[in-house]
């Protein structure tokens, strides 16, 4: 079973940037699709992005041009690089993860980490 932690959150400017990592453990990390939520409060967590083990990446329509997932199979880690942050990107920042891409899409997971808080404003 893989477990992980986000890190990477903070407070930023609209228009600024922030890197979120999230780091693994487990040996077949490689393996995993892997894929990065928020929560905004008040909101239902949706999928900010998401990418499979091969590389295949899908994201959210509120994001895409702005945010980029990738991993690194080699540290057991996924990050999200945001770029033109909003407002309204603020939320908590989940990573999760499962063997099939299409359940990291959909999201569906009983268990949750802490995540990471990004707020933007100025």
């Known amino acids: 079973q893989v477990q992980f932690v986000e890190s990477g959150g903070g407070l930023v400017q609209p228009g600024g940037s922030l890197r979120l990592s999230c780091v693994a453990s487990?040996?077949?990390?490689?393996?995993?699709?892997m894929g990065w939520y928020r929560q905004a409060p008040g909101k239902q967590r949706e999928l900010v992005a998401a990418?499979?083990?091969?590389?295949?990446?899908t994201y959210g329509d509120s994001v895409k041009g702005r945010f980029t997932i990738f991993r690194d199979n080699t540290k057991k880690s996924v990050y999200l690089q945001m770029n033109s942050l909003k407002p309204e990107d603020t939320a908590v920042y989940f990573c999760?993860?499962?063997?099939?891409?299409?359940?990291?899409?959909?999201?569906?997971?009983?268990?949750w980490g802490q995540g990471t808080q990004v707020t933007v404003s100025s």
């Open positions: 999760n993860t499962a063997l099939n891409f299409r359940t990291v899409v959909a999201g569906d997971f009983s268990s």
């Open positions: 487990g040996s077949i990390f490689s393996s995993y699709a």
């Open positions: 990418i499979s083990s091969i590389g295949f990446t």
